[in-house]
Nanobody, 126 residues
Framework: QVRLMESGGGSVETGGSLRLSCAGS????????MAWFRQAPGKDREAVAV???????WYANSVKGRFSISKDSDGKYLYLQMNSLKPEDTAKYFC????????????????????WGQGIQVTVSS
Protein backbone atom coordinates (compact mmCIF):
# COMPACT_ATOMS: atom_id res chain seq x y z
CA GLN A 1 0.00 0.00 0.00
CA VAL A 2 1.23 3.49 -0.82
CA ARG A 3 0.68 6.47 1.46
CA LEU A 4 0.06 9.76 -0.27
CA MET A 5 0.34 13.32 1.02
CA GLU A 6 -0.73 16.44 -0.84
CA SER A 7 0.75 19.91 -0.48
CA GLY A 8 0.57 23.27 -2.22
CA GLY A 9 -3.07 24.17 -1.80
CA GLY A 10 -4.35 27.55 -0.68
CA SER A 11 -6.39 30.56 -1.71
CA VAL A 12 -5.99 32.53 -4.92
CA GLU A 13 -7.96 35.02 -6.94
CA THR A 14 -9.64 34.24 -10.24
CA GLY A 15 -7.04 33.84 -12.95
CA GLY A 16 -4.32 32.85 -10.55
CA SER A 17 -2.21 29.70 -10.45
CA LEU A 18 -1.37 26.99 -7.95
CA ARG A 19 0.80 23.89 -8.10
CA LEU A 20 -0.23 20.87 -6.09
CA SER A 21 2.27 18.20 -5.15
CA CYS A 22 1.73 14.66 -3.97
CA ALA A 23 4.45 12.66 -2.27
CA GLY A 24 4.39 8.88 -2.09
CA SER A 25 5.73 7.15 1.03
CA UNK A 26 8.83 5.58 -0.45
CA UNK A 27 6.92 3.85 -3.20
CA UNK A 28 7.75 4.30 -6.85
CA UNK A 29 4.75 6.18 -8.18
CA UNK A 30 5.65 5.10 -11.69
CA UNK A 31 4.23 1.68 -10.81
CA UNK A 32 0.74 3.15 -10.52
CA UNK A 33 -1.78 4.99 -12.57
CA MET A 34 -1.89 8.33 -10.72
CA ALA A 35 -4.77 10.76 -10.57
CA TRP A 36 -5.99 14.01 -9.12
CA PHE A 37 -9.60 14.19 -7.97
CA ARG A 38 -11.57 17.02 -6.42
CA GLN A 39 -14.69 17.29 -4.34
CA ALA A 40 -16.67 20.46 -3.81
CA PRO A 41 -19.14 20.75 -0.91
CA GLY A 42 -22.31 18.83 -1.66
CA LYS A 43 -20.91 17.30 -4.84
CA ASP A 44 -19.47 13.94 -5.81
CA ARG A 45 -15.74 13.37 -6.02
CA GLU A 46 -14.66 13.74 -9.62
CA ALA A 47 -11.52 12.89 -11.57
CA VAL A 48 -9.68 15.96 -12.80
CA ALA A 49 -6.50 14.56 -14.38
CA VAL A 50 -4.84 11.19 -14.79
CA UNK A 51 -1.37 10.02 -15.83
CA UNK A 52 -0.53 6.38 -16.40
CA UNK A 53 2.77 4.56 -16.01
CA UNK A 54 3.66 5.35 -19.63
CA UNK A 55 3.08 9.07 -19.20
CA UNK A 56 -0.19 9.22 -21.09
CA UNK A 57 -2.60 11.78 -19.68
CA TRP A 58 -6.32 12.45 -19.51
CA TYR A 59 -8.14 15.59 -18.37
CA ALA A 60 -11.71 16.39 -17.49
CA ASN A 61 -13.25 18.79 -20.01
CA SER A 62 -13.70 21.39 -17.29
CA VAL A 63 -9.92 21.74 -16.79
CA LYS A 64 -8.54 20.86 -20.21
CA GLY A 65 -6.07 23.51 -21.37
CA ARG A 66 -5.73 24.99 -17.88
CA PHE A 67 -4.42 22.12 -15.74
CA SER A 68 -1.39 19.93 -16.33
CA ILE A 69 -0.54 16.67 -14.55
CA SER A 70 3.01 15.41 -14.35
CA LYS A 71 5.33 13.29 -12.27
CA ASP A 72 9.04 13.54 -11.58
CA SER A 73 11.48 11.14 -13.19
CA ASP A 74 12.38 9.58 -9.84
CA GLY A 75 8.80 8.51 -9.33
CA LYS A 76 8.55 10.21 -5.96
CA TYR A 77 6.17 13.07 -6.71
CA LEU A 78 3.01 13.77 -8.65
CA TYR A 79 2.11 17.33 -9.60
CA LEU A 80 -0.91 19.28 -10.76
CA GLN A 81 -0.20 22.69 -12.26
CA MET A 82 -3.40 24.73 -12.20
CA ASN A 83 -3.57 27.91 -14.26
CA SER A 84 -6.36 30.37 -15.05
CA LEU A 85 -8.20 29.25 -11.95
CA LYS A 86 -11.92 29.90 -11.67
CA PRO A 87 -14.23 30.03 -8.62
CA GLU A 88 -15.77 26.74 -9.79
CA ASP A 89 -12.37 25.09 -9.26
CA THR A 90 -12.83 25.60 -5.53
CA ALA A 91 -12.75 22.16 -3.93
CA LYS A 92 -10.75 19.76 -1.85
CA TYR A 93 -8.20 18.10 -4.12
CA PHE A 94 -7.07 14.52 -3.63
CA CYS A 95 -4.11 12.58 -4.93
CA UNK A 96 -4.91 8.98 -5.83
CA UNK A 97 -3.02 5.88 -6.93
CA UNK A 98 -4.52 2.91 -8.76
CA UNK A 99 -2.27 -0.15 -8.40
CA UNK A 100 -3.82 -2.75 -10.70
CA UNK A 101 -4.09 -0.87 -13.98
CA UNK A 102 -0.87 1.13 -14.24
CA UNK A 103 -0.92 1.14 -18.05
CA UNK A 104 -4.50 2.35 -18.30
CA UNK A 105 -5.98 5.82 -17.93
CA UNK A 106 -7.62 5.18 -14.60
CA UNK A 107 -10.52 7.58 -14.56
CA UNK A 108 -14.11 6.49 -14.12
CA UNK A 109 -13.30 3.64 -11.78
CA UNK A 110 -14.96 2.94 -8.48
CA UNK A 111 -13.52 5.19 -5.79
CA UNK A 112 -12.62 2.07 -3.83
CA UNK A 113 -10.11 1.17 -6.57
CA UNK A 114 -7.66 3.83 -5.41
CA UNK A 115 -5.32 4.62 -2.57
CA TRP A 116 -6.03 8.15 -1.37
CA GLY A 117 -4.26 11.09 0.18
CA GLN A 118 -5.92 13.20 2.86
CA GLY A 119 -6.79 15.96 0.44
CA ILE A 120 -5.94 19.64 0.36
CA GLN A 121 -8.16 22.68 0.01
CA VAL A 122 -8.05 24.99 -3.01
CA THR A 123 -10.16 28.13 -2.85
CA VAL A 124 -10.55 30.52 -5.77
CA SER A 125 -12.16 33.86 -5.03
CA SER A 126 -13.93 36.02 -7.60
Amino acid sequence: QVRLMESGGGSVETGGSLRLSCAGSGKFLGDYCMAWFRQAPGKDREAVAVINSNGLTWYANSVKGRFSISKDSDGKYLYLQMNSLKPEDTAKYFCAAEPFRPDELCYGLSLSSYYWGQGIQVTVSS
